[in-house]
């Protein structure tokens, strides 16, 4: 079992729709979550944190968090085209400072 | 936010060649800078962790006298490719922590380098 997995995707949504990502975790322990961003050639760039049950909100995106389950999620509402891309969640476990990335969900957006 | 500066983007290399890519933390002091690797179409591989005044923390399977790293300062993290080969070309993107509170630093990456040796 990967320590952190994600569906590869593609998800493809029509613009002005809600892509809903999904991502489990194995490491029962684990304190941090992470959304990230990643445009083809380009480093991830941070999204949202979450680090408590529940959702939180930040412009178009929400993030939720549920760790009896093991699993944080990330809502995008209103899909733009730009919002194309490859989403990586991270998981800061609970010993050691290092985060683990999952494979990541390629998005694509249709106008 | 944090910014977390890297260079070169590009670089191209004879097969033989030692590459140094350099990554800075330009608003915080970072004590731990990560270097990751990344494959196309593929997520992120840690490859070490650069502690600023004392040796890097290599993951499983990466080789620490092939992928030198120095963290001399509070700002500066090295990583040099040494008898760099055509297996080494990838994308090389480093990171620091920066901390908005206790115990949840965020991870924040530079522009990374991609490599390309010939």
Known sequence: QKEVEQNSGPLSVPEGAIASLNCTYSDRGSQSFFWYRQYSGKSPELIMSIYSNGDKEDGRFTAQLNKASQYVSLLIRDSQPSDSATYLCAVNKAAGNKLTFGGGTRVLVKP | ?118
């Open chain 2, 1 to 118: 936010g944090a910014v977390v500066s890297q260079h070169p983007s590009r670089v191209i290399c004879k097969s033989g060649t030692s590459v140094k890519i350099e990554c800075r933390s330009l608003d915080f002091q970072a004590t731990t800078m990560f270097w990751y690797r990344q494959f196309p179409k593929k997520s992120l591989m840690l490859m070490a962790t650069s502690n600023e005044g004392s040796k890097a923390t290599y993951e499983q399977g990466v080789e620490k006298d092939k992928f030198l790293i120095n963290h001399a300062s509070l700002t500066l993290s090295t990583l040099t490719v040494t008898s760099a080969h055509p297996e080494d070309s990838s994308f090389y993107i480093c990171s620091a922590r920066g901390w908005r509170r206790a115990g949840t630093g965020e991870l924040f990456f530079g522009e990374g380098s991609r490599l390309t040796v010939l």
